[in-house]
């Protein structure tokens, strides 16, 4: 385990490598001079400040020796000072990952809640009306994008039936009843999706575990059926469900730069999002990279964590 | 077909090596077309999803002959009009005709989808192919570039990629370029991943074997002898992708990052729908309702055609 646990770690530092290589380009790949773009307008006029910038972030340099001193800053945490606010990056960030995180797991909980009930019914019942109606339902949720069904959500609830707010958010450690009635439709716009993913995978998976001969072993010595499946099966075919429900991850914070937006939630998908807009670019750089991060990290736990709740995958 | 006709000798050498006449060449069209029907018909999400992709094409292709308005040209006289006989699906806040922009924007928007998944092909086909066929460090290096692609989070890279074009102001035709070379740049990994897997199990077969042992070239024997045999499940992965990429182009237009305001696009009709979601709330409706139709058009299709060309799959 230990060993594999190494081998995983060193098989991140290349994908890390390209990550960061991708988001230190897309500094220089922007039209005009770094400078301008670091700095902003009003102080790009003169020249002292410019010669001086020039060393102070070594452009005088080739451009690995500038990726090299990019990195190491970023590793410190330290990705420069926002445009707009000016303040370090790095703590605008910070600040709003909680939020995101908040979210995320809120949406992950409430999409497993859904969706392990209807894709065990729907393997149990296979082949069946209610098989089909969750398979077509499925599908049917994979396929609407999640930026119109939080809109028609927010159309049905806050304008026409005014039971939820359209938006904002507050903080959990502030006022948790408050929070959650935010909460809400964020969440549920999170989850549907994720739901409708996991209970595709949960129908496959109770499929190849009911397909297993420790199965017939369990029905031959007489155990119900209702203990065969929910003691048995259902128990190992969770594994699969919830490692693959965890790289799914990236997915859901890839989705949550649009719902953030629609809800005016404060998380790291709206920072990036109105960066984007004020031309913010070392936010940008940054947010992209931080999510990048996460999701990698997040992999490696995932990919772990399988292997304790599996032992028997060889550990290759 | 030629050998059979040799054994029952009914014809000459010479009448055989003939090119079939057009008729000839019909008749065998029409069989081969007939098998994938008949195919077809066997997976009913698969039909299901056929239909559905026929009906969009036939409907995208007649846009101009079932509109009457243009899409892009105000009328002030008709503004934020409900649905009527004149106009079937309302009109938007600069009196356009909602009907005439879903369907010049499904045209645009399919249109890009297709473009972007053949590009991601074009490029993920052949390194691929490559990769599993020479293995050893080009492989490991082509991986490790894949699996840092694969790790940007959801749309990203997209985001990252689509932010570039904005800031050097491309417009109309460059702009939908870079859309094009974004989802396509962001497709070849995965597709490249699943054709290496394929090429890995292809390449240990007898039939490479003899094609070395006559003296074949390695890039001949990889392109036109193994590539053939990995075209199924790409295919799957194709269609699922189209899916897939529609979301994404009408995300990314949501965000306001797609093409600039007077193009008919869903992304962008929807998000300047919600400023109007209490006066005509059904603004908001048709444009994803077309994403909806669209992306699970796609999605059916992909998923029968996976359970034809995999039975192992379909028995699940």
């Known amino acids: ?316 | 077909m030629a050998s059979t006709e040799f054994q029952n000798g009914r014809r000459s050498i010479e009448e055989a090596i003939k090119p079939p006449t057009i008729g000839e060449r019909l008749a065998r069209y029409r069989v081969i077309l007939a098998d994938a029907f008949s195919e077809l018909y066997k997976s009913k999400t698969a039909f299901v999803g056929f239909m559905m992709l026929v009906a969009l094409f036939t409907v995208l292709i007649l846009t101009p002959v079932l509109t009457k308005y243009n899409p892009i040209k105000p009328d002030y006289t008709a503004f934020l009009q409900k649905p009527s006989a004149e106009h079937i699906m309302g009109t938007d806040r600069y009196g356009r005709d909602i009907y005439s922009r879903v369907l010049w924007g499904g045209r645009r928007l399919v249109t890009i989808a297709i473009l972007a998944v053949i590009f991601g092909l074009a490029i993920g086909i052949p390194y691929g192919v490559l990769s599993g066929y020479y293995g050893g460090w080009t492989d490991s290096i082509a991986m490790r570039i894949c699996d840092g692609l694969l790790a940007f989070p959801g749309i990203l890279l997209y985001l990252l990629i689509v932010t570039l074009a904005r800031e050097w102001k491309l417009e109309g035709f460059w702009n939908d370029l870079i859309l094009i070379f974004a989802l396509g740049f962001a497709f070849f990994p995965e597709a490249a991943r699943l054709v290496r897997s394929t090429v890995l199990t292809e390449k240990e077969k007898e039939y490479v074997e003899a094609s070395h042992t006559i003296g074949e070239a390695n890039l001949y024997i990889a392109m036109c002898q193994i590539l053939p045999n990995c075209i199924s499940p790409l295919i799957v992965n194709a269609t699922v992708r189209l899916g897939f990429v529609i979301l994404i182009i009408a995300a990314l237009s949501f965000l306001g990052l797609g093409s600039p305001p007077p193009t008919p696009d869903w992304g962008a009709d929807l998000s300047s729908a919600r400023d109007h979601m209490e006066r005509n709330p059904l603004l908001a409706v048709f444009p994803g309702l077309a994403i909806c139709y669209t992306v699970l058009a796609f999605n059916l299709f992909g998923d029968g055609l996976r359970d034809i060309l995999d039975p192992r799959l379909a028995e699940r």
Not at chain 1, 42 to 47: L, V
Not at chain 1, 236 to 250: F, K, R, V
Not at chain 1, 288 to 301: A, D, P, Q, R, S
Request: charged share 15%.
């Open chain 1, 1 to 316: 385990m230990l060993v594999y646990t190494i081998n995983r770690i060193l098989q991140m530092i290349p994908v890390l490598f390209v990550l960061t290589v991708v988001t230190f380009s897309f500094v220089q790949l922007l039209p005009g001079d770094v400078i301008d773009t670091l700095i902003g307008d009003e102080e790009a006029e003169d020249p002292e400040l410019r010669a001086f910038l020039m060393k102070e972030y070594g452009l005088d340099k080739p451009i690995y020796t500038q990726y090299g001193i990019w990195l190491g800053k970023a590793l410190q945490g330290d990705f420069g000072k926002s445009l707009i606010t000016r303040r370090p990056v790095g703590v605008e960030l910070f600040e709003s990952i909680p939020a995101t995180v908040y979210l995320g797991l809120v949406g992950i909980g409430l999409s497993v809640i859904i969706a392990l009930p209807l894709g065990s019914i729907a393997a149990v019942k296979r082949n069946s009306a209610t098989d089909y109606t969750a398979q077509v339902t499925s599908l049917i949720g994979i396929s609407i994008p999640e930026f119109w069904f939080a809109i028609m959500c927010v159309i049905l609830f806050s304008l026409h039936l005014g039971w939820l707010p359209s938006s904002g958010y507050v903080s959990p450690f502030e006022d948790l009843g408050q929070s959650l009635y935010y909460l809400i439709l964020p969440a549920l716009a999170v989850g549907f999706r994720q739901a409708a993913y996991t209970t595709r995978l949960t129908r496959s998976s109770m499929l190849d575990e009911m397909n297993k001969e420790y199965v017939d072993t369990a029905r031959s010595l007489g155990f119900s059926e209702s203990k065969v499946i929910y003691k048995y099966t259902l128990r190992n075919a969770l594994i699969p469900t919830i490692t693959i429900s965890g790289l799914q991850l990236a997915n859901l914070l890839g989705g949550t730069v649009v719902l953030e937006t629609i809800f005016a939630w404060p998380g790291i998908g709206q920072a990036i999002y109105l960066a984007i807009i004020d031309h913010d670019y070392p936010l940008i750089q940054a947010g992209i990279l931080v999510l990048g991060i996460i999701v990698v990290v997040v992999n490696l736990l995932v990919d772990l964590l399988y292997r304790v709740l599996n032992p028997r995958v060889a550990l290759g």
